[in-house]
């Protein structure tokens, strides 16, 4: 059974911290994907990347970076946590041209993170 | 600049009825479209995609219909099951391009199935 894998469920960190979120896929896509889900919002693109070391800003990449050294894995970091961005964050990965498998992405379960 | 909207955050239906869920959409290069379900604790799972070459695509129980002049879709439940009780996210996309098969999501409708 093909996985994207979420290293937390629930993580609560102090306003300040940098954080990390790890994000692995076992299905040598080339895509990866990171997302946060806000109510009223929906799901909105923070970055993501279509090959090792490369990245590309989303729609809201303000106080994020990524990092991608493997392709299995993707991380996430808030270099220092607010409390704007407690959020559910979603991890996806892709083949290069989805729409040639169907189009969708594999999404992992989820890290609802709060800053508190 | 909300691309890709859902006006309805909520749909109530009861049991064997149809459930239709709407999305509309303002970006014209948009070619390709896509339904995600997502449970409560659970990443979002696809459910049913179409093509701007196509009008309507059907998976069993699952029909989206395109309209292409309206920059409008839709996802036709039939019939309507409890289980089916999920967020729907109506997302879209540009194929080919450098655009890497990035989707851009409405803000989802929160569906419930009564009994």
């Known amino acids: 059974d093909v996985k994207v894998t979420q290293s937390s469920r629930y993580l609560v960190k102090r306003t300040g911290e940098k954080v990390f979120l790890e994000c692995v896929q076992d299905?040598?896509?080339?895509?990866m994907f990171w997302y946060r889900q806000d109510p009223g919002l929906g799901l909105r693109l923070i970055y993501f990347s279509y090959d090792v070391k490369m990245k590309e800003k989303g729609d809201i990449p303000e106080g994020y970076s990524v990092s991608r050294e493997k392709k299995e894995r993707f991380s996430l970091i808030l270099e220092s946590a607010s409390t704007n961005q407690t959020s559910m964050y979603l991890c996806?990965?892709?083949?290069?041209?989805?729409?040639?498998?169907?189009?969708?992405?594999?999404f992992g379960s989820g890290t609802r993170l709060t800053v508190v | 600049d909300q691309q890709v909207k859902q006006n309805s955050p909520s749909l109530s239906v009861q049991e064997g009825r149809i459930s239709i869920l709407n999305c509309d959409y303002t970006n014209s290069m948009f070619d390709y479209f896509l339904w995600y379900k997502k449970y409560p604790a659970e990443g979002p799972t696809f459910l049913i995609s179409?093509?701007?070459?196509?009008d309507k695509n059907e998976d069993g129980r699952f029909t989206v219909f395109l309209n292409k002049s309206a920059k409008h879709l839709s996802l036709h439940i039939v019939p309507s099951q409890p289980g089916d009780s999920a967020v729907y996210f109506c997302?879209?996309?540009?194929?080919?391009?450098?655009?890497?098969?990035?989707?851009?999501f409405g803000q989802g409708t929160i569906l419930t199935v009564h009994p």
């Open positions: 299905m040598d896509h080339e895509n």
């Open positions: 179409i093509s701007s070459i196509k």
């Open positions: 996806a990965s892709s083949p290069l041209v989805p729409i040639a498998y169907g189009g969708g992405y594999t």
């Open positions: 997302a879209a996309s540009v194929a080919g391009g450098t655009s890497y098969g990035k989707l851009t």
